[in-house]
């Protein structure tokens, strides 16, 4: 079994055991926003993920706040996952074809303080109109800020301790459901969640090694690119993280990054 208990811990114990190891590798080629390769090492991630965690602590975001992330493919997106998770923060994945009604009941229901985005996607999703919803003490939530995600280029180090998480059950994602038999429904998801799922990986099929090159072609907001971080941190192994399925380029992919396992939905052999 892993030592880690929560995936901050995760993060650090894969910078420890695979320093230089290429750890994720995203290739946005095509999509809405291509803007080439990007390779992090395991130690990348645990540099950025610190940057990213005190950013956030300096605009205001703290243990147990709820925070939205819209964004297409890229790093940010689990960097700013894992961040969230340092703090002891909860982190609500948004889908970016979500507009401002779907995405004003979502942004309620979780009562989100901020939203990390781009203007470009704040834009799609205005006006949002986020119901007001009274707390317990008879106090009206607040609309979430908005935080550019470029700003995260400019975070710097400093020498004040980040929280100490290390409660396997806390929450680290409000996961919400599609909404496809009716309102979306937020899954309330633990560290102990994440690491179970990741580990079973490790542990039975696949059988995830430090050999091993996963490749997703999902959104992030989806689950399933979140389990295979979280089976890339446990493992080892490395992530091609994809803008989209693309059938026409999908195979070139998969031969050009030498991937070993691929998570796919029915529709995508076919």
């Excluded at 994720?24 to 809405?32: A, H, K, L, M, S």
């Excluded at 602590?57 to 700013?80: C, K, Q, Y």
């Excluded at 899954?187 to 490790?202: D, G």
């Amino acid at each position: 079994m892993i030592e880690a208990t929560t995936l901050p811990a995760a993060v650090r114990r894969a910078a420890r055991l695979w320093p230089d190891r290429v750890a994720w590798i995203f290739d946005v080629r095509e999509g809405p926003e291509p803007q080439g390769s990007t390779t992090l090492t395991f130690s990348d991630i645990e540099v950025r993920v610190d940057l990213i965690a005190r950013h956030l602590r300096d605009r205001g975001i703290r243990s147990g706040d709820r925070v939205a992330v819209l964004l297409h493919n890229r790093p940010e997106v689990p960097l700013t996952w894992l961040a969230l998770a340092t703090l002891g923060a909860t982190a609500v994945p948004l889908g970016t074809k979500l507009r401002h009604d779907d995405a004003g009941w979502i942004l309620a229901k979780s009562r989100a303080v901020a939203i990390v985005t781009t203007p470009g996607l704040a834009e799609a999703i205005a006006p949002i109109d986020v119901p007001e919803i009274a707390e317990p003490g008879g106090l009206a939530h607040p609309s979430p800020i908005l935080i550019d995600v470029d700003e995260f280029a400019h975070a710097t180090a400093d020498d004040e301790p980040l929280p100490d998480v290390h409660d396997p059950d806390d929450i680290v994602n409000v996961q919400f459901t599609s909404g496809t038999t009716g309102s979306p429904k937020g899954c309330l998801l633990s560290h102990r969640y994440w690491l179970h799922l990741a580990q079973s990986l490790v542990d039975g099929f696949p059988r995830l090694t430090p050999d091993d090159r996963m490749l997703t072609a999902q959104a992030m907001s989806y689950m399933d690119p979140q389990w295979n971080v979280a089976a890339s941190l446990v493992s080892g192994a490395s992530l091609v993280v994809l803008d989209g399925f693309h059938p026409s380029t999908f195979w070139d992919r998969v031969r050009e990054h030498n991937v070993t396992y691929f998570y796919c939905l029915a529709a995508m052999p076919m």
